[in-house]
DNA sequence: CTGCGATATGCAGGCGGGTCGATGCTGTTG
DNA sequence: CAACAGCATCGACCCGCCTGCATATCGCAG
């Protein structure tokens, strides 16, 4: 698959959101599948949390290994996914490899799943 | 898997928001990430999607095998995915059976996915 | 009662994905 | 320079999932 890699940038910029109005085409619903594949994972979305609650909001590929329970080459390969949907961002110092949480990624992809914006199920607040 | 079923339920109950704080447990990733699992697909993003935008906002699978150019068994096993994760009701009348999104389910979802934003999602009108 | 249309279920094939061990690469340390 | 630590990649195994075909089930019409 390739359309992993700009998976998010593809989903976002267009604003397709699914559960909208009229019926999204094949193309939208792949792009969109595979980001939440990539979330739709036990230890993808731990590894999210684990992250996100890490001290400067970064973590290390050798922090992590450990809560998972998972070998260190597993961690590598979910991170590398995560990644490579536009949820995180690396960033290698000396020998280490940290990964941070892309700010807006989680957030668009709630937006992406939330569209009735304005008819909300149950507010009209008037 | 049994956690499919009241899946969405299950991961409502607790307000467990897996990009919130703290780390959230194995349990609770397993719960989440099957109700993503039920997203993460490209034929069930569009069902929701055509179910959503249909003319009394459901369908009877006769009316959905078509634009999803799917078989009748494929278009209801993947309808029984999105039933058992709680994201659809299914209803028989007569000979056919209407499924509808259930309102707040992709809702509750992005809700899941959004408290580190400002936890301002409670409003408390005062 | 019999036949037909709409769904659901069972079964099987094929592909993708999660996991690990082994290995290669790079930067650090002595 | 040599040895070592942290990560990424490779190859392989195994399980789960998507799909279609065949079949069973249920409801309605004649």
Known sequence: MDFVGTALADVTMPQISPLAGEPIDRADAERLAGVLKALADPARLRLLSLIQSAPEGEACV???????GLSQPTV?????????????????????AFYRIVPS???????????????ATKKAPR
């Open 62 to 68: 050798c922090d992590l290994t450990a809560p998972l």
């Open 76 to 96: 590598s390969h979910h991170l590398r996914i995560l990644t490579e949907a536009g949820l995180l961002e690396r960033e290698k110092r000396g020998v280490w």
């Open 105 to 119: 990624a989680i957030g668009t992809i709630a937006d992406l799943l939330t569209p009735p914006r304005k008819r």
